[in-house]
């Protein structure tokens, strides 16, 4: 979908080495997408469509391929349907149709990717690949994805900034478990020992999820006391403020009497 409309608050920001990765990789992607785009705009597509049908494309590579144990095709398929990510904010940015919308829309459904790659990686080790721990690892990974998410969104919504880069976000979860799995696919094909890389790579997406939740968990509840405390000193100066003029009143009446019979002793003599 479109660029996601500017949230309340200001946003973390990026380290250098992401916001290079950021900078350069999108211009480059943005390049070579941009015809495809154009392309889906004359045959009457929408950004909405490309969307849909890009989450249900990683849906469906997560829970056909991963709980067959097919690692590598099913990360081939789901990497193909990611792109739609950036096709879809393309089409929306030639149409200039960005909109609350479609900033909705998209994060809902990377919740829904999200949750279908780690709900692959489950499906497999409580089948045939016969891991209860890994299993176990692949929830939590999951769940703690989606907490990760919903800490940031929920602080935003209550008017903080949660001004933390976290140690793994999305973008890292999505590119460690991929990346781990398509190779570890390779197995298949002969290649001895790399099948390892997967339950490697959900220890550190779990550890790493459990990391940054913590940051944010601790951004937020410092940035709150820092809020009341902002709010509590701008009343306590409204209140001040309040008390100034009301003593400044009874002064000013006193002085108003005064006048006045200053003013009736003088016209009696």
């Not at 609350?100 to 919740?111: K, P």
């Not at 999200?114 to 692959?120: C, E, L, T, Y």
């Not at 209550?158 to 140690?167: E, K, Y």
């Amino acid at each position: 979908m479109g660029q996601p409309v500017a949230s309340r608050g200001q946003t973390a920001t990026p380290t250098l080495g992401k916001a290079m990765l950021n900078k350069y990789a999108r211009a480059f992607f943005t390049r070579v997408l941009t015809p495809f785009a154009a392309f889906l705009i004359r045959r009457g597509v929408s950004p909405d469509t490309v969307t849909l049908i890009g989450t249900a494309g990683v849906v469906a590579g997560a829970l056909v391929f991963y709980p067959m144990g097919e690692f590598f095709w099913g990360t081939v398929v789901i990497t193909l349907f990611v792109f739609s990510d950036l096709v879809d904010g393309n089409m929306a940015r030639q149409l200039g149709r960005s909109s609350r919308w479609g900033a909705f829309l998209d994060s809902t459904l990377d919740r829904v990717a999200d949750g279908a790659i780690f709900g692959g990686f489950i499906l497999w080790y409580a089948g045939g690949g016969d891991d209860l721990v890994l299993c176990a690892v692949s929830i939590f990974c999951l769940a703690s994805g989606q907490v990760v998410s919903y800490t940031k969104a929920r602080g935003e919504s209550i008017g903080l900034p949660v001004a933390v880069n976290g140690l793994v976000e999305r973008a890292e979860r999505l590119v460690i478990s991929l990346v781990a799995a398509g190779l570890a696919g390779l197995h298949a094909f002969g290649v001895p020992g790399i099948q390892y890389l997967l339950p490697v790579a959900l220890w550190i997406v779990a550890v790493g999820s459990l990391v940054t939740l913590i940051q944010r968990v601790v951004t937020v509840r410092r940035e709150s006391a820092e809020a009341e405390e902002a709010e509590e000193a701008g009343e306590a100066g409204e209140a001040g403020e309040a008390a100034a003029v009301q003593e400044e009143a009874p002064a000013q009446d006193n002085e108003g009497k005064q006048q006045n019979a200053s003013h009736g002793s003088e016209a009696a003599t």
